[in-house]
């Protein structure tokens, strides 16, 4: 029994401390769930048999299960279930493919999954101490993003930061500061201008109280030239800067999953088939190269080769490692990420798997497209990708 995507919508993305940094992860979550229910006005909430919502952090206001949460305050009855599950920066992506599964399985007909992060509301964290009034002092850790409360048994070469990782890529392939740069800018111009298209228009969703109607990273005047001012950030003679790696970020995204079937319940016809899943795992440094491998296992679980590809959404969690990807790939450099990716939209770690997804099914449409990849790195080493099919594509 297929798995199909019905419907996908998202909040704007906000910048670390802008935006949406005062509202809850867990409302941000309600916010596209009770949209996903008001774009489709035929389906009964109590039809869908499992929400399933990604979430990287869980350590502040998201905690205990923010999918059930969400279903909660979103007014869904209490009969529908809800789990969260973490992948970390795959956790929405890796949301719909247990989705897809209960699906094909026949252990659900409806299932609605996605994905929130509140960066800008992850909080410090305090290790409890081993035993009993402590004299000494205790540093609080941050959850906003990378290792934290290192187990020492750790190999030191895995637990670099995530800049440090990706400087190692860099070296690997010897790609330039200026290919970074020059690829950064291509995020936010092709970002703002499917934005000027009304390309977002329908996915896109607003948060009740703040006024932000659009990504809040978005910068169209961004060029290599101005991109190339900006100082390294992990080495002093490193390559990555603020400017060609995705910023910290607050938002939520949800992808409406059914089978075939479910087209009467839903009151909808199906957006996409999910035809294919991969995921690969690497040495943690090696993180961002892992949606390589994923995307070319989840392409032959769909049967297919990449000379059948017409759209790729990749999420850009760095310049570098969004090169390496590609340029390992028989692909071209132009169907990627054609509508912008997350140097310029914004990286909520929870969200962003929904939002490629969700982002590729509607390039897929839009260009008359049959097959596409979403694909992402995920800190620790591991990759996700998901291979779509436009069955009403004409090519």
């Not at 330039?176 to 329908?202: L, V």
């Not at 996915?203 to 101005?226: C, N």
Request: proline share 6%; hydrophobic share 45%; glycine share 12%.
């Amino acid at each position: 029994m297929p798995a199909y995507v019905y419907d996908a919508v998202r909040t704007p993305f906000g910048r670390y401390g802008g935006a949406l940094s005062g509202v809850r992860p867990d409302d941000l979550a309600a916010t596209v769930v009770s949209a996903t229910l008001a774009r489709s006005p035929g389906l009964d909430a109590a039809a869908i048999d499992d929400v399933v919502w990604g979430n990287a952090n869980g350590a502040g206001e998201e905690n205990r299960n923010v999918g059930r949460m969400a279903a909660l305050l979103a007014g869904l009855p209490t009969s529908v279930p809800g789990v969260t599950v973490n992948r970390l920066c795959g956790s929405s992506l890796d949301a719909a493919i247990a989705g897809s599964r209960a699906i094909e399985s026949g252990d659900a007909d409806v299932v609605l999954t996605g994905g929130v992060e509140s960066m800008s509301r992850a909080p410090w964290v305090l290790p409890k101490p081993s035993r009993a009034f402590p004299a000494g002092n205790v540093e609080a850790v941050s959850t906003t993003l990378g290792w934290r409360l290192v187990n020492p048994a750790m190999p030191k070469e895995w637990t670099v930061s995530l800049g440090e990782a990706n400087e190692q890529l860099q070296e690997r392939f010897g790609i330039t500061r200026e290919r970074q740069d020059a690829f950064a800018a291509q995020s936010h111009g092709r970002a703002h201008a499917a934005w000027e298209a009304g390309h977002y228009d329908d996915l896109v969703v607003g948060v009740d109280g703040v006024d932000l109607v659009r990504d809040e990273g978005i910068r169209p005047d961004s060029s290599a030239e101005t991109l190339a001012k900006l100082r390294p950030a992990f080495r002093p003679d490193g390559t990555i800067t603020p400017g060609n790696a995705s910023p910290l970020n607050d938002g939520a995204s949800a992808v409406l999953l059914g089978s075939a079937d479910a087209a009467r319940t839903i009151g909808r016809e199906p957006l996409a088939r999910i035809a294919g899943r991969g995921v690969m795992a690497l040495d943690p440094q090696e993180f961002g190269y892992a949606p390589v491998e994923a995307a070319d296992r989840a392409l032959a679980r769909a049967g297919i080769g990449w000379d059948a590809v017409g759209a790729v959404e990749l999420n850009e969690a760095f310049a570098v490692q969004s090169l390496a990807c590609v340029d390992a790939w028989p692909v071209d450099p132009e169907i990627v990420n054609q509508w912008g990716g997350a140097i310029a939209i914004g990286h909520p770690l929870g969200a962003s798997g929904g939002r490629i997804l969700g982002t590729l099914a509607a390039v897929l449409r839009a260009t008359n497209q049959r097959w596409g990849v979403a694909g992402i790195c995920i800190g620790v080493g591991q990759g996700l990708a998901v291979v779509l099919e436009n069955e009403g594509a004409a090519s």
